[in-house]
């Protein structure tokens, strides 16, 4: 019958970007000026981002998307197959591919805040994998959406790879991994992937690369705010900062202010100085006793890691 098949669903949570306004302003107006980095996901940002992703420079979706593909068995043995799948933050849904054959999972929920880009690229999942329910929600997953009704009551298991958890300071990782751990429950179990602290050329060549893609990243989130508050950002006004800060064992992104500049934010005035700059983003590497004190922190424990030989990357599961 047909009530039994697997399906296909969207669900758009609403203007996800609804009181960014209030938390936008705040944000250009404090100390230091900031605009959250999950601004930069509009289309063209998403696909600046999978265009990062392939850059000599940026080897952590590479280096990770190995690691998944040489230990999808093993990595289903330590998870157990059969789960609800969940997926913060999956973009183009390419990872989770990976891992579906040797997971078996009785549903996948992604979830991003890029509504058009997620819809095209879970529908095409769907019908790449026929058996696999799929419920794709646009939601601002920084703060973990409650889960839609009718999902399977199987146990859960959230994905949440490519070192997404790295935007979040470590306290608020703490928080998020915290809440994790309460949203999949005493049978949940969580897979992440985490960028690993190194030497410090390589992270900032990583976050500088050649061909300029993590700048124009980086500038078109003013674009995305000319739109989302009516601003008048002039994305030539500004320069693209990346580097590694090593006490703090973190890429620092910012946008950096080529002259003494106003500019109209949702009817308000933002005044920079020559130099002053915007943090567009921190992405948090961890070692591993830092990341096992995290975990610990949250609530949760290690039940395996694997990582490439280089030591560059590591994917933990972790379980309550
Ligand atoms: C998506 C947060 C993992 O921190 O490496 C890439 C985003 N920013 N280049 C990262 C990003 C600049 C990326 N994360």
């Not at 739109?227 to 973190?250: S, T």
Request: charged share 20%; aromatic share 10%.
């Amino acid at each position: 019958p047909q009530h039994l098949q697997p399906a296909f669903h969207y669900i758009d949570s609403g203007p996800v970007i609804q009181d960014s306004t209030t938390e936008l302003l705040a944000g250009l107006q404090g100390k230091p000026r900031r605009i959250n980095p999950k601004y930069f996901y509009d289309e063209r940002g998403s696909q600046l981002f999978e265009q990062i992703t392939q850059q000599p420079e940026y080897y952590p979706t590479r280096t990770e998307h190995a690691i998944l593909q040489n230990h999808a068995h093993d990595i289903a043995q330590v998870l157990g197959t059969g789960r609800v799948l969940l997926e913060p933050g999956a973009g183009n849904c390419e990872k989770v591919r990976l891992l579906l054959e040797a997971l078996q999972p009785v549903a996948y929920v992604p979830v991003d805040i890029s509504g058009d880009f997620l819809c095209q690229a879970a529908a095409r999942l769907a019908d790449e994998y026929p058996w696999l329910g799929i419920t794709a929600l646009r939601a601002d997953f920084t703060h973990l959406p409650s889960l839609p009704d009718g999902l399977p009551a199987a146990p859960r298991c959230l994905f949440y790879p490519g070192s997404t958890l790295g935007n979040f300071t470590r306290p608020e990782a703490r928080a998020f991994l915290h809440h994790a751990a309460r949203l999949v429950g005493a049978n949940g179990r969580l897979l992440l992937g985490v960028d690993l602290h190194k030497d410090h050329r390589q992270l900032d060549a990583a976050y500088n690369d050649a061909a300029g893609v993590t700048a124009a990243f980086n500038l078109n989130v003013l674009s995305h705010l000319n739109q989302l508050l009516e601003a008048d950002f002039d994305p030539a006004g500004f320069r693209h900062l990346a580097g590694y800060h090593r006490g703090y064992r973190r890429i620092e992104m910012y946008l950096q202010s080529r002259y003494v500049q106003r500019v109209r934010c949702a009817g308000e005035i933002v005044r920079l100085r020559r130099g002053e700059r915007i943090l567009t983003e921190y992405s948090c590497k961890y070692t591993h006793g830092g990341f096992e004190r995290l975990a610990r922190d949250a609530g949760l424990r290690i039940s395996g890691c694997w990582q490439d030989s280089d030591g560059l990357f590591a994917v933990f599961a972790l379980a309550p």
